[in-house]
């Protein structure tokens, strides 16, 4: 990649001037003129740039030069012409790296929307919901094995599942929306014969479930590979009675007032939680325990929680447990915030709860999955409908996706637009080089967010690659007299629409050949 072999070259030169072993930093100048790419390594060394400058050999520069004591790069157009060859050779493939990058850890799982199962899913989960799902798809193009896992919080003796089953006998003070009351009318009978309130609730949950399961597969198309119960697979399977013996055994746990509590403190948090209650019941964290054991054993190198904002609080909780039980691997808690729609709110108080279901039936899935992933996951979001149901370069999903079926209509005018060997030394326009400049960034902006996460680089890049390749479209006439400088401009042309497809299918959005 770009940046590494600037980066490289960079500390061969230091290394080889000072005999210093030093990480350098390269970044994109926000103006152009001052290069490709840049570093202020000099100043961090009190070094003259001038000597770092002269001394960095690469073959993918043109020039190297020093403005206020930055060191400033420049592609040479040979490079540039060369990666349209490569592009069109490696197609899908292109972008993708092995995680060796990251030391080698190539297991992953990332546990996603985990909605309770009371009601359908509504505005603030498909921001999880669609950052989970594209951060996957990064980290499989990025070589790691990914699993992506959903929870169902669906045991008899939990509180909302009681709740729950209270409505659904009608001893219950819950809002009754139409689809609960539809969802209870479904399984009535079901229900009258249920022994008490939890096992009610339990019935209802797990109708309502499968019309969540059924919703996520095939109106948000998102696939999981596996779903947990925590009725099923945890309490039925007397883990729960095994994690409390375990805990005892380790001396991890102590009584005080009547209840059980964890020893958290001892491992990081700022206090220590009650894990069975002064009833014998056992609270949400018992559970959470025995669902992160059980995740640990299945020896994944890299675990990844996408939880909603009300979950903040058990952060701490989570990160003691991982290392009371002994987690060697990372263990990442992402926490979503806010969602809420331009000039509205949700009041779930008033039965005004926004579906996911409304949201993309009113604006489509492609601008609903775009506009979720534009912001950064740790920030507060404004969802502004009027915007994503634009038909015009107002939407930037529409925008992006309009340059990609402009291409197919190019592609679409030329029989053959592939050549074999095209003359890419005759691409030298100002705009043709910008393209390129865009496309080869890709692989940088995988490798950068299977890192650090921030899923907002994806759109950001779209619109700007899409905007490259609307420039290059006005400034160099695609079809012209010159065979060879129309064919060389096709490969291009081609180069783009891979890249453009490759970036919106991470994203989960279709590349339409028509709009």
Known sequence: ?????????????????????????IEEPVDLVF?????????????????????????ILEKVEVKNGFINFFLSREYLQKQVKDILKEGKNYGKFHPALFGKKCRVNIEFISANPTGLLHLGHGRGAFFGDALA???????????????????????????????????GTTYLTNYLRKAIKRIENKIKKSKNEGEAGYLLAQSIQKDIKNFIE??????????????????????????????????????????????????????????????????????????????????????????????????????????MLGYKGDLDILISQVVRLKKGKISKRKGQVITLDWLINEVGLDAVRFFYLMKSLDTQMEFDVDLAKERSAKSPVYYVQYAHARICSILRKIPNSKSQN??????????????????IRLPEIIEDTAKDYQIQRLPQYSIELATAFHQFYRDCRVLTGSRSLSQARLALVLATKIILKNTLELMGISAPEKM
């Open 1 to 25: 990649m770009v940046k590494e072999e600037i980066k490289n070259s960079v500390e061969k030169s230091i290394r080889s001037l000072y005999g210093k072993k030093i990480e350098v930093e």
């Open 35 to 59: 290069g490709d790419y840049a570093t202020n390594v000099a100043m961090v060394l009190k070094k003259n740039p001038q000597e770092i400058a002269k001394n960095i050999k690469s073959p």
């Open 137 to 171: 798809n990064i980290l499989e193009k990025s070589g790691y094995k990914v699993t992506r896992e959903y929870y169902i919080n669906d045991s008899k003796n939990s509180v909302q599942i009681k709740e729950l089953g209270k409505t659904a006998l009608g001893r």
């Open 218 to 323: 095939n109106k948000m198309k998102i696939k999981f590979d596996k779903w947990i119960s925590e009725e099923n697979d945890l309490y039925q399977k007397r883990k729960i009675i095994k994690i409390r013996n375990w805990l005892a055994n380790k001396n991890l746990v102590y009584k005080k007032e009547r209840a059980v509590w964890l020893k958290t403190s001892k491992y990081g948090d700022v206090k220590d939680w009650v894990v069975i209650r002064e009833t014998g019941e056992p609270t949400y964290l018992l559970s959470d325990i025995v669902y992160h054991k059980d995740k640990f054993e299945r020896k994944f190198d890299r675990i990844i929680n996408i939880w909603g904002a009300d979950h903040q609080g058990h952060v701490g909780k989570i990160k003691a447990v991982a290392k």
């Open 422 to 439: 095209p003359n890419l030394k005759l691409l030298v326009h100002p705009s043709e080089f910008n393209l390129v400049k865009q496309l």
